[in-house]
């Protein structure tokens, strides 16, 4: 069982960082769960690297916010810069979910998921990671990382839960989770505590953000793919 804090990004205290990697925090069944993937892929000749796992509050608050005053960018399911000025509040706040996480509300706060990728190809071409689809499709610098993952990420204990778009977030061929340890924090993340969370918080497009919370957490929180969703057309289908 997590507590509020741990649930919501506001503490470190349920996780532990990778023994080579010490800005990779996760819980330690998904640490163990993750190194043995790691060298169960290196022996296959694939490398499996860490873009992004723990993500606090206060980072999470950061993105939203900075998105919404038109700081960093927001796109749409088609990979478009949206023109901010021109949206309401409520469209924004939509916009913003597609692809950013509603701060406490973000996997990344419980240290089950981790974004994925292969850091050799960039290396060799002196390019930078976008965590962006084409990059995981066929003649992208992650394939083949991806495809082994399509193969042995159970076997690991870990899913990916978006596998396809389903009304809320995007698909996100690079965001894996650790099935058992997800989905216990997920059970835990109430209205309530969320609710609570956002009341409190600085946070942009508050007054929407409330009024429609329990349909934003359903959607974009609680709408996941199921563990057995695999595949290239899952994304590129």
């Known amino acids: 069982m997590l507590t509020a804090a741990q649930l919501t990004g ?29 060298k169960a892929a290196a022996s296959a000749g694939i490398e499996v690297a860490v873009a992004s796992s723990f993500r606090d509050f206060d980072r999470q608050l950061s993105i939203w916010n900075r998105k919404f005053y038109g700081e960093l960018p927001i796109y749409n399911d088609r990979g478009e810069q949206l023109a901010t000025e021109h949206l309401s509040p409520g469209e924004k706040v939509e916009a913003i979910l597609l692809y950013s996480a509603l701060p406490g509300a973000s996997r990344h706060h419980w240290g089950t998921d981790i974004d994925v990728y292969d850091p050799r190809p960039f290396a060799a071409h ?88 329990t349909e934003l957490k359903q959607r974009y929180v609680d709408t996941i793919c199921s563990p057995e969703v695999t595949g290239a057309s899952a994304w590129f289908g």
């Not at 995007?170 to 956002?198: F, Y």
């Open 10 to 38: 506001r503490t470190t205290s349920h996780l532990e960082a990778l023994p080579d990697a010490p800005q990779v925090l996760l819980q330690a069944p998904v640490a163990a769960a993750f190194t043995a993937m790691q």
């Open 126 to 213: 002196e390019s930078k990671l976008q965590l962006v689809a084409n990059e995981y499709q066929e003649g992208g610098p992650c394939y083949s990382m991806w495809q082994w993952l399509q193969s042995h990420a159970q076997e690991f204990g870990f899913f990916f839960p978006y596998a396809r778009y389903q009304g809320g977030v995007a698909a996100e061929p690079w965001h894996i989770s650790h099935v058992e340890c997800a989905a216990a924090a997920q059970q835990q993340l109430s209205n309530e505590l969320l609710r609570q969370v956002i009341t409190e918080a600085d946070i942009a497009g508050k007054s929407y953000i409330l009024a429609q919370l």
